[in-house]
C-alpha cells in the first residue's frame, strides 16, 4: 500500500516576524501547501494519509481553517489518520473533540496505544495522541496483534531525548513494536534523527518552512510499504523556501558599496519570489562604518522577504588609537578591556559603541541608524 505521510504543518502560526501583510500571506500559503498534499494524495489515489501531530500551531484555531479541512478530507476517498501532537493535544477544548469530521478520519484521542483497522486493506494502524502540552512518559505500549497484516505506526514522539517533554520513544521501543512502518512527527528537521530509523520508519519533517531554523526545501514522505519493505520518496511542497547564506563584505567603504554587494549577491543566486533569506555580514570594515541594516533590507528585490545581520568585524588600527592623545584614543582605551572579553555581548557591544563614537567624530549622520 501507498500512503502519505505528513505531520508539522502548524496550521495557523503566527509568523510574528513579518509584518502583519506578509504574515498573513504566509498563513494563507500555509493552508494551501496542507491542500496540495490532499489534492496530491487524491491524484495519486494513495491508499491511507496519515498526519503525525501538530496539524494546528496551537489551540486558536480558525473556523475557515476547520472548513478547510473538512472540505479536502471529504474529497478523498482514503482513510485519514491523525495523531495529535503536543502543539495540537485532543484535550476536552481542542477542535478534535467539538467538530465532526468526515466519516473517514480517524483521530486518536488517547494517550494511551490503540489500533484502527482497515480490513479492505488488510492493514492496522496504531497510535496515541497527546492530550496535554506536556507528555514525559514514553506512550507506545505493547506490540502488533497480526504480524500477517501491514501495520503501520503513526505517533508524534522524540527519539532524541529520553527526557523529553514531547513524549520520548526510545528507538528500541519502536522496533520491539513490530509495525512495518512508523510514520513519525515532532522534528521538523529529521536527517540527523532518520538516519537511526531506517529499518523502522521515519521522521516527515514539515511541509513548509515558517522560520529561519527551518531552511531548504520542505515536504512529506510518500511511502510504499509491503510485507518485505517500505520504500520511501521525499516530495516537495513547500511554496517557499527558508534560506540563510552569509556575504563577505571586506574593505566595503560605505553603505553604498554594501547595498550593492547585496544587490548584487542576491542577483548571482538566482533568488526569487520563493525565497526568504537570511544573509549575514562577516569581513572587515572600518571602524566607522555603522552599517545600516534596516536599510539595507531595501536591496530585497524580487525575494519575499529578507533579513540582514551584522556580524563583521572592525578592521583596527590598534596601535594608531592607542597612541592617540585624542578623544578617540581615550575612547579606545577606555573600551579596550571590554573589546577583548572573553564575553561575546560585551565585546559586541563595546565594538558597535566604538563603531558609533568613530562615526560621530568624522561628522556622519548616524541618526537614521
Same mark, same amino acid.
Given at each position: 500500500?501507498?500512503?502519505?505521510?505528513?505531520?508539522?504543518?502548524?496550521?495557523?502560526?503566527?509568523? !510574528?516576524?513579518?509584518?502583519?501583510?506578509? +504574515?498573513?500571506?504566509?498563513?494563507?500559503?500555509?493552508?494551501?501547501?496542507?491542500?496540495?498534499?490532499?489534492?496530491?494524495?487524491?491524484?495519486?489515489?494513495?491508499?491511507?494519509?496519515?498526519?503525525?501531530?501538530?496539524?494546528?500551531?496551537?489551540?486558536?484555531?480558525?473556523?475557515?481553517?476547520?472548513?478547510?479541512?473538512?472540505?479536502?478530507?471529504?474529497?478523498?476517498?482514503?482513510?485519514?489518520?491523525?495523531?495529535?501532537?503536543?502543539?495540537?493535544?485532543?484535550?476536552?477544548?481542542?477542535?478534535?473533540?467539538? %467538530?465532526?469530521?468526515?466519516?473517514?478520519?480517524?483521530?486518536?484521542?488517547?494517550? #494511551?496505544?490503540?489500533?484502527?483497522?482497515?480490513?479492505?486493506?488488510?492493514?492496522?494502524?496504531?497510535?496515541?495522541?497527546?492530550?496535554?502540552?506536556?507528555?514525559?512518559?514514553?506512550?507506545?505500549?505493547?506490540?502488533?496483534?497480526?504480524?500477517?497484516?501491514?501495520? /503501520?505506526? +503513526?505517533?508524534?514522539?522524540?527519539?532524541?531525548?529520553?527526557?523529553?517533554?514531547?513524549?520520548?520513544?526510545? *528507538?528500541? *521501543?519502536?522496533?520491539?513494536?513490530?509495525?512495518?512502518?512508523?510514520?513519525?512527527?515532532?522534528?521538523?528537521?529529521?536527517?540527523?534523527?532518520?538516519?537511526?530509523?531506517?529499518? *523502522?520508519?521515519?521522521?516527515?519533517?514539515?511541509?513548509?518552512?515558517?522560520?529561519?531554523?527551518?531552511?531548504?526545501?520542505?515536504?512529506?514522505?510518500?511511502?510504499?510499504?509491503?510485507?518485505?519493505?517500505?520504500?520511501?520518496?521525499?516530495?516537495?511542497?513547500? #511554496?517557499?523556501?527558508?534560506?540563510?547564506?552569509?556575504?563577505?563584505?571586506?574593505?566595503?567603504?560605505?553603505?553604498?558599496?554594501?547595498? !550593492?554587494?547585496?544587490?548584487?549577491?542576491?542577483?548571482?543566486?538566482?533568488?526569487?519570489?520563493?525565497?526568504?533569506?537570511?544573509?549575514?555580514?562577516?569581513?572587515?570594515?572600518?571602524?566607522?562604518?555603522? /552599517?545600516?541594516?534596516?536599510?539595507?533590507?531595501?536591496?530585497?528585490?524580487?525575494?519575499?522577504?529578507?533579513? *540582514?545581520?551584522? +556580524?563583521?568585524?572592525?578592521?583596527?588600527?590598534?596601535?594608531?588609537?592607542?597612541?592617540?592623545?585624542?578623544?578617540?584614543?581615550?575612547?579606545?582605551? %577606555?573600551?579596550?578591556?571590554?573589546?577583548?572579553?572573553?564575553?561575546?555581548?560585551?565585546?559586541?557591544?563595546?565594538?558597535?559603541?566604538?563603531?558609533?563614537?568613530?562615526? +560621530?567624530? !568624522?561628522?556622519?549622520?548616524?541618526?537614521?541608524?
Amino acid at each position: 500500500m501507498r500512503i502519505l505521510h505528513t505531520g508539522d504543518i502548524h496550521l495557523d502560526s503566527p509568523f !510574528s516576524g513579518m509584518d502583519v501583510g506578509k +504574515a498573513e500571506s504566509r498563513r494563507r500559503e500555509l493552508r494551501e501547501t496542507f491542500i496540495r498534499m490532499m489534492r496530491y494524495a487524491a491524484d495519486e489515489k494513495l491508499d491511507m494519509v496519515i498526519i503525525a501531530g501538530d496539524l494546528f500551531d496551537g489551540a486558536y484555531v480558525t473556523r475557515e481553517t476547520v472548513a478547510c479541512l473538512i472540505r479536502e478530507f471529504s474529497r478523498l476517498s482514503c482513510p485519514v489518520i491523525i495523531a495529535p501532537g503536543n502543539h495540537d493535544p485532543a484535550d476536552e477544548q481542542s477542535v478534535w473533540q467539538k %467538530t465532526v469530521f468526515p466519516e473517514n478520519v480517524h483521530i486518536f484521542k488517547s494517550n #494511551k496505544t490503540e489500533k484502527f483497522s482497515f480490513d479492505d486493506l488488510e492493514c492496522d494502524v496504531y497510535g496515541y495522541g497527546f492530550v496535554s502540552a506536556r507528555e514525559t512518559n514514553c506512550l507506545l505500549w505493547g506490540s502488533v496483534e497480526d504480524e500477517s497484516r501491514i501495520n /503501520i505506526l +503513526a505517533v508524534h514522539g522524540d527519539t532524541t531525548s529520553p527526557l523529553s517533554s514531547n513524549a520520548p520513544l526510545p *528507538v528500541a *521501543v519502536i522496533r520491539s513494536f513490530g509495525a512495518d512502518y512508523a510514520a513519525l512527527g515532532h522534528i521538523h528537521n529529521p536527517a540527523a534523527a532518520n538516519a537511526t530509523l531506517s529499518d *523502522v520508519g521515519a521522521y516527515c519533517g514539515c511541509p513548509e518552512g515558517r522560520d529561519f531554523g527551518e531552511c531548504g526545501e520542505k515536504g512529506a514522505i510518500v511511502a510504499e510499504i509491503t510485507k518485505d519493505g517500505t520504500k520511501k520518496e521525499f516530495v516537495r511542497f513547500s #511554496k517557499r523556501v527558508y534560506i540563510w547564506d552569509t556575504l563577505n563584505i571586506d574593505a566595503s567603504g560605505d553603505m553604498g558599496q554594501i547595498m !550593492s554587494k547585496v544587490s548584487g549577491y542576491i542577483e548571482s543566486k538566482g533568488y526569487g519570489n520563493e525565497v526568504l533569506l537570511r544573509l549575514t555580514l562577516t569581513g572587515s570594515v572600518e571602524p566607522s562604518l555603522v /552599517i545600516n541594516t534596516a536599510h539595507l533590507c531595501e536591496a530585497a528585490g524580487p525575494l519575499f522577504h529578507l533579513e *540582514v545581520e551584522d +556580524a563583521t568585524s572592525p578592521t583596527w588600527n590598534a596601535d594608531t588609537l592607542l597612541s592617540d592623545m585624542g578623544i578617540r584614543g581615550e575612547l579606545y582605551r %577606555t573600551l579596550l578591556p571590554d573589546l577583548e572579553s572573553a564575553d561575546r555581548e560585551k565585546r559586541d557591544r563595546a565594538s558597535l559603541a566604538l563603531r558609533y563614537a568613530l562615526a +560621530a567624530l !568624522s561628522g556622519e549622520d548616524i541618526s537614521d541608524i
